[in-house]
């Protein structure tokens, strides 16, 4: 599959790589950054999302973190 977007996060949230996410929320106006070894911080104005890497890295996010994000994402762009 190509590159990834907002919908089909929402549409298979438990297949979304921390890598895909990252780029969906910087086209969306999030800067990302990464915080500890733990996870990433990404920032919209004054709304902060901070989300856990898995483990192993390169692995699939919980389906949970992503639809978090999705959430996030929708309601910035409402705003």
Do not use: C, Q
Not at 5 to 33: A, C, I, Q, Y
Not at 50 to 63: C, N
């Amino acid at each position: 599959m190509g590159r990834k977007s907002l919908e089909d996060l929402k549409r298979n949230p438990n297949d979304v790589k921390p890598t895909e996410l990252r780029r969906v929320l910087e086209e969306h106006g999030w800067s990302v950054r990464a915080g500890t070894h733990h996870g990433f911080i990404a920032m919209h104005e004054r709304t902060g999302l901070t989300l856990p890497f898995p483990r192993p890295h390169g692995k699939h996010l919980l389906g949970a973190y992503v639809k978090r994000a999705v959430k996030f994402i929708e309601e910035e762009d409402v705003k």
